[in-house]
């Protein structure tokens, strides 16, 4: 294991019936006015809003607030956001939704705090020195923006998503009621459970030696999450199966599996992230797309990792190194079919003279990855096995 300093501020508070605390939290932070920040509405369908807003009266926090973030939050909903935030001179900010929610919420934060332009963080032109409060009522767990410091957000002029992370961005409280996601649509569910999938895979494919206890922790999340997602899909209100989900895509991604570690390889996400910005698929549907087509392009770099993802994941024991790593790729793919997600670039509309500028808007980071560093020509052959 490589050293590490590991501190995570975020106060979680999980289970049924727990919404009704925030007023009370935030109250104790100090905060009497927030800005409130949601997406397209489901909020107000499912009673969340309504749980919410009568907690915050009930403890004297004033609210004023922004709607519509869409999922791939879109840097212009930011800059609203911030101006509304500063006008109304409010003291904390409190998200209510997803990871498009939170992480729109982390930008005004250091937005409020900066008279520049808050996509200089983005660029890491510079990094963000302090940030105004942040409070959450997670409605859909997939990302674990809700316990970590990363945000993701789209400029849309620039056709760039990318993203920033600074420890000023963590949320002081997040609330996670898993029984309020039983009302996502089917192909939501299955998104959430190939995010969570996927972050344990950036970590657990970076190449570290000697980090049994880690491997065993992300074989353990996919295993559970591969479990439960499969429950939810016949039964979306089993509530044991959403706080099990719910609490395997926080532990994905709030650094307490990153430890220890060279820092993840990403490469895939970044890929995906430019399927998202240029055909605006969702962030989930995009991984069961990239993830396969980079383990196909990767798994010789480190053939012993590989092997052991397909004996531990898939029970698959039969066969040479190399085999039991291709099964498993393909294993992999079924799993994700299985969840109706695409598994391909074709299956949403992609066309095979449009791989160069998917290249090219993935490229602009480059080198991508840990494992094996990708250039240009190396996400343009991962692209083309993505294809078909
Ligand atoms: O907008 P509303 O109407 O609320 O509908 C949302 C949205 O359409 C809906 N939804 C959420 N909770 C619901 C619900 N529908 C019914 N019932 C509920 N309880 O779900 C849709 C998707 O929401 P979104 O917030 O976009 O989903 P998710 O949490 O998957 O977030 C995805 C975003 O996070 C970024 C992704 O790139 C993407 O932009 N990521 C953020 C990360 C981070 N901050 O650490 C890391 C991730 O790898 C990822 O890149
Ligand atoms: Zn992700």
Redesign the pocket.
Known sequence: MKNFVYQNPTKIIFGEGTINQIGKEIKNHGVNKVLII??????LK?GVYEEVTKSLKEHDVDYVEVSG?Q???VLSKVQEAINKAKEEKVEGLLAI???????TTKAVSIGCHYEGNVWDFYERKLKPKSAMPIFGVL??S????EM?M???ITNEDEDKKWSCGSPVMYPKVSIIDPK??A???PN?TA??AI?TMA?VFELYFDGTEDVDVLMEYSEGIIRTTMKHVKVLLEDPTNYQSRAQLAWCATLG?NGSNGVGRSGGDWAS?NIE?SL?VLYGVS??AGLAIVFPAWMKYVYKENIDMFERFAEQIFNITEGTKEEKALKAIEELKIFFKSLNAPVTLKEIGVKPEELDEIADNAAMQAPLGTLKKLEREDILEILKIAYK
């Open positions: 949601y997406g397209g509405g489901s909020i499912n973030v999922p791939n939050p939704g997803g990871g498009s929610v939170y992480d409605t859909i997939a990302t674990a923006s970590n990363g945000s993701v309020v996601q009302t996502l649509p939501q998104n959430t995010d972050h991604l996400h992230h998202s962030h989930g």
